[in-house]
C-alpha cells in the first residue's frame, strides 16, 4: 500500500497515469488478492492431518523406490494411529533397523487412518502389547496369541522390488470433520497424497 501511496503522491496535480503505473498498481492488486485468497483457503484446511498425509506418502514413495533400487520387498502396515514399514529377508517380515522408515510413525490420537483395498474397508488393529504370558496359561491359548501376534505383524500394503505395488486407498482423518486428506497407491499413478477439495477431481 505504500507503493501505491507514493505513485498517487507523486502524480498530484499532473493529468494521468501512464500504462506502466496503472501495470504496476493492477499486478499489486493482485498479489493482494492472492494472498487473501490463500489465507481464506488455509483455514479451512486440517494442518495436523495434512502433515500426516504428506507424510505417509512421503516414506511411502520412498519405500516403494528403496524396494526397486536394492531388490527388496517392502510393506506398509497400518494401524488406527500409526504405521510403519517392513521389509522381508525371505522368511520373515521385520522392521527396518535404521534410516526415517525404521520404527513406528505414531499419530497423535486425534488423527485416525482408515484404509481400502480393492473398494472394500480393511479393519485396522493396533499392535500387540508385549506382555509376559502367565505360566498357567494353556498351550493352545499360548498358540492362538502367538498366531495373532503374528498375523498384526503382516503388512497389509505391499511394495514390490519389481515396481508393483497393492493399490490402496488411505484416508486420514484429523479433529476436523469434513477435512480427511488422502494417499493412495497405483502402478499406473505410484502414490500420491489428496487434499480434501482435490477427492472430487481424481
Known amino acids: 500500500m505504500t507503493v501505491l501511496r507514493t505513485i498517487l503522491s507523486t502524480r498530484q496535480g499532473s493529468q494521468g497515469f501512464t500504462l506502466i503505473e496503472l501495470l504496476v498498481v493492477m499486478v499489486i492488486m493482485g498479489i493482494i ?14 494442518p495436523p492431518a495434512e502433515k500426516a498425509a504428506r507424510q505417509i506418502a512421503d516414506l511411502a514413495g520412498l519405500a516403494a523406490q528403496e524396494a ?36 513406528s510413525h505414531v499419530l497423535d490420537d486425534s488423527i ?19 506382555s509376559d504370558a502367565p505360566a ?18 503382516l503388512p ?15 484416508a486420514v482423518d484429523g479433529p476436523q470433520q469434513g477435512a480427511d486428506y488422502s494417499v493412495t497407491g497405483s502402478l499406473l499413478k505410484g502414490i500420491q497424497m489428496a487434499a480434501p477439495d482435490e477427492h472430487s477431481t481424481q
Open 136 to 153: 498357567a496359561a494353556s498351550s493352545q491359548a499360548a498358540q492362538t496369541a502367538s498366531s495373532d501376534s503374528a498375523q498384526n505383524t
Open 68 to 103: 526397486v533400487m536394492q531388490g527388496q520387498e517392502y510393506g506398509l502396515r497400518i494401524e488406527p494411529h500409526a504405521y510403519r514399514f517392513l521389509v522381508y529377508d525371505g522368511r520373515a517380515w521385520s522392521s527396518p533397523t535404521d534410516g526415517p522408515l525404521s520404527g
Open 33 to 46: 488478492a492472492s494472498v487473501a485468497v490463500l489465507s481464506l483457503g488455509a483455514l479451512g484446511r486440517d
Open 112 to 130: 485416525r487412518l482408515t484404509l481400502t483395498l480393492e473398494g472394500a474397508p480393511v479393519t485396522l488393529a493396533a499392535a500387540p502389547a508385549s
Open 156 to 170: 497389509q500394503v505391499l511394495l514390490l522390488s519389481s515396481g508393483e505395488l497393492t493399490p490402496f486407498t488411505l
